[in-house]
């Protein structure tokens, strides 16, 4: 599976924007997806995830009532919507996949990582 993210860019505060994750492979409707981000200076963490049909999602504290993820298996594409963007949010944004849910829950080993897109957020 390889994974392609896309839609950073240079946003206001209390701006929106919206990442996509687009994935090849047969088997990305099968696995858990979600999105983590590095800020300059800091460790990678992790941002939201959602199951492999879209029943359950979970969300960083820092961006919950925020971020919205969801999935479309047809297009192979896991969507971020980030609204009410803030400065604190600036950081290169990863979309992961896994087989469990774990790896986003827990921690543990993403299965496939794609190249990240940046997100800058001026006040």
């Known amino acids: 599976v390889q994974l392609q993210a896309s839609g950073g860019g240079l946003v206001q505060a209390g701006g929106s924007l919206r990442l996509s994750c687009a994935a090849s492979?047969?088997?990305?409707?099968?696995?858990?997806v979600g999105w983590f981000r590095q800020a300059p200076g800091r460790e990678r963490e992790f941002v939201a995830f959602?199951?492999?049909?879209?029943?359950?999602?979970d969300y960083a504290d820092s961006v919950k009532g925020r971020f919205t993820i969801s999935r479309d298996n047809a297009k192979n594409t896991v969507y971020l919507q980030m609204n009410s963007l803030k400065p604190e949010d600036t950081a290169v944004y990863f979309c992961?996949?896994?087989?469990?849910?774990?790896?986003?829950?827990?921690?543990?080993?993403?299965?496939?990582w794609g190249k990240g897109t940046e997100v800058t957020v001026s006040s």
């Open positions: 959602i199951s492999w049909g879209g029943g359950s999602a």
């Open positions: 492979g047969r088997t990305f409707s099968s696995l858990a």
């Open positions: 992961a996949a896994a087989i469990t849910p774990r790896p986003f829950l827990a921690g543990g080993d993403i299965n496939y």
